[in-house]
């Protein structure tokens, strides 16, 4: 006992990991963290096969990571820390000033980017009766890059849209720019500080230049009911956990409509698998939890069709129809769009349970709008869904 006595650090650390697994057993098991809005790993199953696999050692690994007694105080301690020794970045997230983050895109797969470019081109070819337009939305840091931290090397986006709008444009296919408008208002609220989205104002400029684009005037922003969701902390604060984080407002547009159906029905499940009813554009329940983002257009379905009576250049006895394939970030934009077309219908390749072809050859469309943000055009799988 006396040699033992002699080290007070190890009989320390050797309590405190004694206290801390007394504490664990009495701690119940969460399914949901609302801190970093992701499911948890519960306790997996023990079977002879998943051991000799290991998979049952590698569950139970994420298992004890995910449910370790006061975890959201020990990263909210970990961010601390960090923050005042002046780390500028955890888990590739990086903090800029007025309170942004950023994704920290410093490489790109280049061979996943040229086979989602030739997708994308042999599908316009393909439907090239149909006006199209290919539309790439810059990710934050590219537009607010005065508040990124001092010679921080990220990937130069606009060089990258530029060479890729040369690629496609090139086959015919109507090529939309985002870079003037958005920089015009860099100073304005366009994109979250918590978030990789942009915000619901950042979302009308870019519907603002498509509808002009077509030869049509965008519905007067000031005109919409807004409503503003407040304490919104998105994916960027999920990633990095930074303690002093500033909560962003989403804003919402009160936008009537006839008809709203999700991949045929007027219905969706919940997490729960619990019947959701479809009523209007928004997930109002969403509102009220972490992930505020996913109200819109109900999250990331795979075909959504509404119809409404506010196009303002309906013309008698003719269905106006726009196809918009998406990501995520054209969830907040779409609903502008019934301001100047009968019927938009909204597809998502990561979620769709049919052949593009067979889609394509069951539906016409008047134009075919193709909307992803800079980062997830360069990193998606799914473009080879349009070839088939």
Do not use: C
Request: proline share 3%; net charge negative; charged share 25%.
């Amino acid at each position: 006992m006396k040699q033992i006595t002699k080290y007070p650090l190890v009989l320390l650390f050797a309590a405190f990991i004694a206290v801390l697994s007394v504490l664990d057993m009495f701690v119940s098991r969460r399914e949901f963290s609302e801190m970093e809005n992701r499911y948890l790993q519960l306790k997996p199953t023990f079977t002879v096969k998943s051991l000799m696999n290991g998979k049952y050692t590698s569950t139970y690994e994420t298992y004890i990571n995910d449910q370790f007694v006061l975890r959201d105080n020990w990263i909210s301690l970990k961010s601390r820390t960090e923050y005042l020794i002046g780390k500028q970045e955890n888990n590739s997230v990086v903090y800029g000033k007025d309170h942004y983050m950023f994704d920290k895109l410093d490489r790109l797969d280049e061979e996943r980017i040229e086979q989602n470019l030739s997708n994308v081109k042999e599908f316009f070819t393909r439907y090239s009766d149909t006006p199209a337009t290919f539309a790439v939305i810059p990710n934050s840091y590219a537009v607010l890059s005065d508040k990124l931290p001092y010679g921080l090397a990220l990937v130069d986006q606009f060089a990258y849209i530029d060479k890729w709008y040369a690629e496609v444009g090139g086959t015919g296919v109507a090529t939309l720019s985002l870079k003037e408008s958005l920089l015009e208002h860099k100073d304005n609220y366009i994109y979250y500080m918590t978030d990789h989205h942009w915000t619901t104002y950042g979302a009308y400029l870019a519907y603002s230049d498509y509808v002009r684009s077509r030869g049509m005037e965008p519905v007067e922003y000031d005109s919409l009911t807004a409503n503003e969701v407040k304490g919104f902390y998105g994916t960027y604060f999920s990633k990095s956990k930074l303690f002093n984080a500033v909560p962003d407002i989403i804003t919402w547009m009160d936008i009537p409509t006839t008809s709203v159906t999700i991949d045929g029905g007027t219905t969706i499940f919940d997490s729960n698998k619990q019947e959701v009813p479809v009523t209007g554009l928004y997930w109002q329940d969403k509102f009220e939890t972490r992930d505020k983002y996913a109200a819109f257009l109900y999250g990331n379905n795979g075909v959504t069709v509404i119809q409404s009576e506010n196009n303002r250049y309906h013309s008698e006895g003719k269905t106006s129809r726009i196809l918009v394939i998406k990501d995520s970030y054209g969830n907040s934009m779409v609903p502008y769009l019934t301001y100047n077309y009968d019927e938009v219908v909204v597809l998502d390749l990561r979620a769709i349970p049919f052949n593009m072809s067979e889609f394509m050859a069951e539906n016409e469309f008047d134009e075919i709008l193709l909307l992803y943000n800079f980062k997830n055009f360069s990193e998606d799988i799914n473009f080879t869904r349009l070839k088939y």
